[in-house]
């Protein structure tokens, strides 16, 4: 059975589900080349072709694996990143240099290459992580195996590295820094219902279960 969910993950899951219509008819009409995508990732595998690379902002943490994330999330990201609602100094000077086009080529070749498919089934949670996902409402738009979201422009999060979700759910609490955090009005308040170590153990839950994210070591990284 379903769990209740409060007022405020009500309000919030009607909220995306208006966004998520928004960004897929925004993301309709450009279509994607496997090809013309492996070549532009040369810009892409110094971070996210090494397995266990680690990135240094806004604190340590691993480069979140991309291979296997659906088509629509990467190029809502990018877009994200090169509009500055996603702040990383980095993905931003990248995210600017690219066209939709661009955009479309990197999330065909990136999508393609998801490994197995993330089972129905997966861990129960402990009873307080399990509290805390309920909370949050986080299987109504990430899926009841975090790998099947509520659309293709929400990100699959089962199986990413634990101390990147932790630095993405506390990047949504940020506020008027310029550097620093995410705007999204959802996910915002989502994340400031929680503290620094309940994220930390939401973040090492959804880092345990089988998923579709793979780091993909390109050539000259093998």
Same mark, same amino acid.
């Given at each position: 059975?379903?769990?209740?969910?409060?007022?405020?993950?009500?309000?919030?899951?009607?909220?995306?589900?208006?966004?998520?219509?928004?960004?897929?008819?925004?993301?309709?009409?450009?279509?994607?080349?496997?090809?013309?995508?492996?070549?532009?990732?040369?810009?892409?595998?110094?971070?996210?072709?090494?397995?266990?690379?680690?990135?240094?902002?806004?604190?340590?943490?691993?480069?979140?694996?991309?291979?296997?994330?659906?088509g629509p999330y990467i190029?809502?990201?990018?877009?994200?990143?090169?509009?500055?609602? $996603?702040?990383?100094?980095? /993905?931003? %000077? =990248? *995210?600017?240099?690219? !066209?939709?086009?661009? &955009?479309?080529?990197? #999330?065909?070749?990136?999508?393609?290459?998801?490994?197995?498919?993330?089972?129905?089934?997966?861990?129960?949670a402990s009873a307080d992580?399990?509290?805390?996902?309920?909370?949050?409402?986080?299987?109504?738009?990430?899926?009841?195996?975090?790998?099947?979201?509520?659309?293709?422009?929400?990100?699959?999060?089962?199986?990413?590295?634990?101390?990147?979700?932790?630095?993405?759910?506390?990047?949504?609490?940020?506020?008027?820094?310029?550097?620093?955090? $995410?705007s999204n009005g959802v /996910?915002? %308040? =989502? *994340?400031?219902?929680? !503290?620094?170590?309940? &994220?930390?153990?939401? #973040?090492?839950?959804?880092?345990?279960?089988?998923?579709?994210?793979?780091?993909?070591?390109?050539?000259?990284?093998?």
């Amino acid at each position: 059975m379903t769990p209740l969910l409060n007022p405020i993950a009500r309000t919030l899951v009607a909220a995306a589900t208006l966004f998520v219509a928004a960004v897929s008819a925004q993301a309709q009409g450009v279509s994607g080349d496997v090809e013309a995508g492996k070549k532009k990732a040369e810009m892409c595998i110094g971070c996210h072709g090494i397995k266990g690379y680690q990135n240094s902002f806004p604190e340590i943490h691993k480069v979140p694996m991309i291979s296997g994330q659906s088509g629509p999330y990467i190029v809502s990201a990018l877009k994200a990143y090169q509009k500055g609602e $996603r702040k990383h100094p980095s /993905m931003r %000077g =990248i *995210a600017g240099s690219l !066209s939709e086009q661009d &955009m479309a080529d990197l #999330a065909a070749f990136y999508a393609g290459q998801a490994g197995p498919a993330a089972p129905e089934a997966i861990p129960a949670a402990s009873a307080d992580v399990a509290a805390l996902l309920t909370k949050g409402a986080c299987v109504s738009c990430h899926g009841a195996n975090f790998s099947k979201p509520l659309d293709p422009s929400y990100p699959k999060i089962g199986g990413q590295h634990a101390d990147y979700l932790f630095v993405a759910l506390k990047s949504y609490t940020v506020e008027g820094n310029n550097v620093i955090g $995410r705007s999204n009005g959802v /996910m915002g %308040g =989502i *994340a400031k219902q929680y !503290s620094p170590a309940e &994220m930390r153990a939401i #973040a090492k839950y959804l880092s345990t279960l089988p998923g579709e994210l793979q780091t993909v070591p390109q050539s000259r990284f093998r």
